[in-house]
């Protein structure tokens, strides 16, 4: 079994590159499901319906989030509805939406991390719990785990090794080169990076994020523009016990 994980897309540019890049890599790779983190993919900040059809338009599966989930409102009304749209399971009991999906035999996952992110319930506990709930955990789970500190997304890839089939992390929108199968078969990786534009910082337009540094004054971020990088991982999973075979970084540009 074979899925590949996008990086946080951010923006129209974000959501061009993956029309334009994954129809194509799901045909040279035989790819089984696409999972994208889409909560920056309405104009840098949140999510709405019609941004979401975009994507599962271009051929992906699932889209997980994390705190931006919240910024374009008008999605909130859905989550309840929408099983292929994820908010982080450890948000308190009450929130709209849900923090997993099972797709065929595989169970994705959005968690989210408290360092430097907020009040959260604890995503290591909230893990332990689903798998311990469900009726029957499929073959397959797949975590997104949005987070900011390298040390927490590394903690909890090692306290899940062997438990679920990867660990993948978000939201930094930087890339990391650490992808690797831990010890008892979990495919993980720190930040799986963005797809949005390449002249930006973590795509948004430089000169606002510049004068937000400069002057320390309140700064309306827009989306950058330019060519389009696309971060994303390519994992294989055995599909007699759901543990990781390989892990691939997929990077690619986009100049349309």
Not at 11 to 31: A, D, K, S
Not at 89 to 95: A, C, Q
Not at 142 to 150: K, L, P, R
Not at 191 to 204: A, E, L
Request: with cysteine; glycine share 12%.
């Amino acid at each position: 079994m074979r899925f590949l994980f996008i990086g946080d897309v951010v923006g129209r540019p974000g959501r061009r590159g993956v029309q334009n890049l994954l129809p194509g890599l799901r045909e040279q790779y035989g790819i089984d499901l696409v999972i994208a983190n889409g909560e920056n993919a309405a104009g840098g900040r949140g999510l709405t319906l019609t941004t979401a059809e975009e994507l599962f338009k271009a051929g992906v599966d699932v889209i997980t989030t994390g705190n931006h989930i919240w910024d374009q409102r008008e999605i909130i009304p859905h989550l309840d509805g929408d099983k292929r749209i994820l908010r982080p399971l450890n948000y308190p009991p009450g929130v709209p939406g849900r923090g997993y999906s099972i797709q065929g035999q595989t169970l994705v996952v959005n968690l989210m991390g408290r360092v430097f992110m907020g009040t959260l319930d604890c995503p290591f506990r909230a893990m332990d719990h689903l798998l311990h709930e469900l009726p029957k955990v499929p073959p397959f789970v797949i975590v997104d785990f949005h987070g900011e500190a390298t040390s927490e997304k590394v903690a909890l890839g090692w306290y899940l090794d062997g438990r679920v089939s990867a660990v993948l992390g978000t939201h930094t929108h930087v890339g990391t080169i650490d992808a690797r199968i831990l010890p008892l078969g979990t495919a993980y990786i720190t930040d799986v990076g963005m797809t949005g534009p390449i002249d930006s910082i973590i795509g948004d337009d430089i000169k606002g994020v510049l004068d937000r540094f400069l002057t320390q004054m309140p700064t309306r971020f827009s989306v950058g523009s330019g060519h389009t990088t696309f971060n994303s991982v390519l994992v294989e999973l055995d599909e007699t016990n759901g543990k990781a075979k390989s892990i691939t970084r997929i990077d690619r540009v986009c100049t349309q």
